[in-house]
């Protein structure tokens, strides 16, 4: 089976800036993971959907970024403006259901805000 | 909310000992736990994981071991081959959508 697609694979920008990245997740998964993973550490997590409703975005900066999922497959999520911290990998992941089932990553999309 | 520590940071071992990873958690209502392959450049990719009514769990040369009580779970390598290097995340998972919290990852390096 197809795996989960990103894209763009990397992306350039100056602070200020914004930016979108986009996800398609495995076909029939209902979960979609939007994950954050700065040099040298864990993968954090953004935001979960589960469909087109969000079940948890407690760790998204709202005052910059936003997500969505608007008919329940592929996702799209935005940064504006960029910060100088913002310079990441971006990790897109589904799961069939959530719940402790299997989290399959895409490959990510490299950010560098300068 | 969850904590998640991994120890120790880097571990190198040569060809053909065992590597044993450790992981803490903070919350004790955690019940699921993965343990993710990133090679340099790649996306991470599930290796072996267990859950909380289990205290063991092995896929051939894959172990991992899970102590509820002292709040910590081992990833177990045995015979260990030069494409094991990799960095290794541990993870819990919390709640009934089992959010992932990451620990900051081991590199491991086995020497030829």
């Known amino acids: 089976e197809a795996g989960v697609a990103q894209s763009p694979r990397y992306k350039i920008i100056e602070k200020r800036q914004s930016v979108a990245f986009w996800c398609n997740p495995i076909?029939?998964?209902?979960?979609l993971y939007w994950y954050q993973q700065i040099l040298g550490q864990g993968p954090k997590l953004l935001i979960q959907?589960?469909?087109?409703?969000?079940?948890?975005d407690s760790q998204l900066p709202k005052d910059r970024f936003s997500a969505e999922r608007l008919k329940g497959v592929d996702s799209t999520l935005k940064i504006q403006p960029a910060k100088l911290e913002d310079s990441a990998v971006y990790l897109c992941?589904?799961?069939?259901?959530?719940?402790?089932?299997?989290?399959?990553f895409g490959p990510g999309t490299r950010l560098l805000v300068l | 909310g969850e904590n998640v520590e991994q120890h120790p940071s880097t571990l190198s071992v040569q060809e053909g000992d065992s590597a044993v990873i450790k992981c803490t958690y903070s919350?004790?209502?955690?019940?699921?736990f993965p343990w993710y392959k990133q090679e340099l450049g790649k996306r991470p990719q599930l290796i072996i994981d267990?859950?909380?009514?289990?205290g063991e769990k092995k896929d051939q040369r894959i172990a991992v071991t899970l102590n509820k009580t002292a709040k910590h779970f081992s990833l177990h390598i045995t015979e260990t081959q030069p494409e094991d290097s990799a960095v290794y995340f541990c993870?819990?998972?919390?709640?009934?959508?089992?959010?992932?919290?990451f620990g900051k990852g081991i590199t491991l390096s086995v020497r030829p």
């Open positions: 959907f589960q469909n087109n409703g969000v079940v948890d």
């Open positions: 076909s029939g998964h209902a979960t």
């Open positions: 993870a819990a998972g919390t709640g009934a959508n089992s959010k992932l919290t």
């Open positions: 919350d004790s209502a955690s019940n699921y």
């Open positions: 267990i859950r909380s009514n289990v």
């Open positions: 992941a589904s799961s069939l259901n959530g719940g402790g089932e299997t989290q399959y």
